[in-house]
């Protein structure tokens, strides 16, 4: 290679190099608390196909659209529902035609102990229950889902003064694990390791209330950014999907 190919070769890698680092976005990313665990793979996964940069807060859905409302910064909201993105499109927070639904969520009741819960969730009828987590229903759908189910089983009224809230499913998980609370509602992602629950769990029936369907939507401050539609088309791919489903998740048809 003769020092004039040498130098034009380097020159273009520096273009290259400048281009590809011109064209990456950070993206800041509102993310329902729920998907912590899939998003952060998923982020690693992004980051490192595309080069842009994902910076991510975990929270509460209710939380995220108040935050939103009175002018946080994020790019892209993936919510714990349908509503929130819905409802911000509607109110013009969001950009019209970018939502889609990116997961389905599975409820589950947990112990992080064995035999506390049973595989049919018989444990809420019975008069052992001192304590029982969940996420606050005003702010997280899973909690929503939560009180939900317990009036479908006919125990909520006699289960409400035993309730332990807590803001995001990440403070409940804390409840539940540290033992300050014997058993608690969760996303099923939070507990499933390996395609297995540790401890004793009930598997919430689909059936028993109104399905948790999440919505992903780019948000007016990332329309034009080409690292928001590249996360949220990453999202809708094979590679994001599968790992979604190996977190317990369903993918919404």
Do not use: C
């Not at 935050?67 to 911000?88: C, H, K, S, W, Y």
């Not at 996420?135 to 289960?159: F, I, T, W």
Request: no cysteine.
């Amino acid at each position: 290679m003769t020092l004039k190919t040498l130098v034009s070769s380097l020159l273009a890698g520096v273009v290259l190099l400048a281009t590809v680092t011109a064209r990456a976005d950070e993206i800041a990313v509102a993310v329902a608390a729920n998907f912590t665990a899939p998003f952060n793979k998923i982020a690693a996964e992004f980051e490192k196909e595309t080069g842009h940069k994902l910076v991510a807060s975990f929270g509460s859905t209710g939380k995220f659209y108040a935050q939103i409302r009175n002018g946080a910064p994020f790019e892209v909201l993936l919510a714990a529902d349908d509503e929130t993105p819905a409802r911000l499109v509607k109110e013009g927070a969001g950009v019209p035609g970018s939502r889609f639904s990116y997961a389905t969520g599975r409820l589950v009741l947990w112990s992080p102990k064995p035999g506390v819960v049973d595989a049919a969730g018989e444990v809420l009828k019975g008069s052992a229950v001192q304590k029982l987590a969940i996420a606050d229903p005003r702010l997280a759908p899973y909690g929503a889902a939560s009180v939900e189910v317990m009036k479908q089983l006919g125990v909520h009224e006699r289960l409400a003064p035993q309730l332990v809230t807590g803001e995001t499913l990440a403070q409940v998980f804390q409840f539940v694990a540290s033992g300050n609370s014997p058993m608690g509602f969760l996303a099923l992602s939070q507990v499933l390791k390996d395609g297995k629950v540790e401890g004793s769990s009930w598997v919430v029936p689909a059936a028993l209330h109104t399905p948790i369907r999440q919505d992903a939507v780019l948000l007016n401050a990332g329309q034009g950014k080409p690292g928001a539609a590249a996360l949220l088309r990453y999202l809708q791919g094979t590679k994001a999907q599968a790992l979604i489903q190996s977190f317990g998740y369903d993918i919404p048809k």
